[in-house]
């Protein structure tokens, strides 16, 4: 009878066992000294790869603005420096016309035709062509991101040879939500802080925290910069370092000329890091889409400024941070009706060219289910993210 007992109850027992491998039980610890139990679902080990939608993912894979790109670049290659589109360069007009705001780090004006702007160019000319030769789709590019940035500044801050990640990474947005919070202090615990845009912290401390370890920018922001004397492009410091990705072509330009005067390391991303970030992006921005509005994907071009569309400089600060981290903190991403788009300015609207709705299911996927993110690597795993509103 006793062994009769011990086979019935034997399925019960495995079952609990079951649960109890499967319910995580954690205490979070709040200001106010109180102490809160939270049972949490943990991820299953090894989950399969789903079955994405193929329709989706050809879509995604299709750079509309890729010919108008290419005819950019081949025209710079070829000295012609005219403003093309919404692409501003150093060269108002005409072939060689070199802007007289353009200067040297020494602050001197550089001249037309002297040997200084003829070396210029031909730096100009390899950086460009190697960067558009590179400009292709590689689902492995994740991997390579320790050596391509964290090595790179782990080398000019004295810690040469180190190969693993950040312990913690807090990526923090602009979002104006975050003058409803005090993340400052939570957010300066961590090992590495990644700003972005050069936003302003001054006098908003409390709510931002007061530490950076890079400031992470597009392209724009440092074709500003590169029109201050000596290329000042350093609200955090001269020797925080600079992860930019290239908006516009012409913005190397400003890189070669910045670079030379700035302290820190300036790296340019890897653009098979930039074309893996928008398909993600434009995976989500499609399926989202066809799920709310029910028409054709072949729709969705109109909508969404087509050939202008981009991922924002957030998302794209996110992936790195995934990139380089064992845990991934996020601040400032997400809207309110009662906040401004921007914490630091008086800025309300969105842009249209990035679709932020999709950019928030991406993020809802990493912490919740990465396995579904198309496009990455199976050999790549995902750190535990988590997003403060």
Request: contains cysteine.
């Amino acid at each position: 009878m006793y062994n009769s007992m011990k086979r019935t109850l034997r399925p019960l027992y495995t079952l609990l066992l079951l649960l109890v491998g499967i319910l995580t039980i954690r205490l979070v610890l709040h200001q106010n000294g109180s102490i809160q139990l939270k049972y949490e679902i943990s991820p299953l080990q090894n989950p399969k790869k789903p079955v994405l939608n193929e329709t989706l993912l050809r879509f995604a894979a299709i750079d509309i603005g890729e010919p108008r790109l290419k005819q950019e670049i081949e025209d710079l290659l070829e000295g012609n420096f005219r403003t093309r589109g919404r692409q501003r360069s150093f060269l108002s007009s005409g072939k060689y016309h070199i802007d007289v705001r353009l200067r040297t780090a020494r602050g001197t004006p550089l001249q037309l035709r002297s040997p200084e702007f003829y070396r210029l160019w031909l730096s100009f000319r390899r950086y460009l062509g190697d960067w558009s030769r590179k400009r292709r789709f590689y689902s492995d590019t994740m991997s390579n991101l320790v050596n391509e940035v964290k090595f790179l500044i782990d080398e000019y801050n004295g810690k040469k040879g180190s190969k693993g990640l950040y312990k913690s990474c807090a990526v923090v947005g602009n979002s104006g939500i975050l003058l409803k919070s005090d993340y400052g202090k939570l957010i300066d615990r961590h090992e590495a802080v990644i700003r972005l845009n050069n936003a302003r912290i001054a006098s908003f401390e409390r709510n931002v925290g007061k530490k950076t370890n890079i400031s992470f920018v597009n392209s724009n922001i440092l074709h500003l910069c590169a029109r201050r004397e000596g290329c000042f492009c350093h609200p955090y410091g001269v020797n925080v370092p600079m992860v930019m990705y290239v908006c516009q072509p012409a913005h190397f330009l400003d890189y070669l000329v910045c670079n030379s005067s700035h302290k820190a390391p300036l790296i340019v991303t890897d653009p098979r890091f930039d074309v893996l970030c928008a398909r993600i992006v434009k995976y989500y921005s499609l399926k989202r889409f066809v799920e709310t509005t029910g028409k054709d994907v072949g729709e969705w071009g109109p909508a969404h400024e087509g050939a202008n569309f981009h991922y924002s400089s957030g998302m794209q600060a996110i992936m790195l941070a995934l990139g380089v981290c064992e845990k991934v903190s996020v601040f400032g991403f997400g809207k309110s009706k009662l906040a401004r788009h921007h914490y630091h300015s008086n800025q309300n609207a969105e842009l249209s060219l990035h679709d932020y709705e999709a950019e928030y299911d991406f993020y809802r996927d990493l912490m919740e289910r990465p396995q579904v993110i198309p496009f990455v690597s199976e050999k790549f795993r995902f750190p535990p993210v988590v997003m403060y509103h």
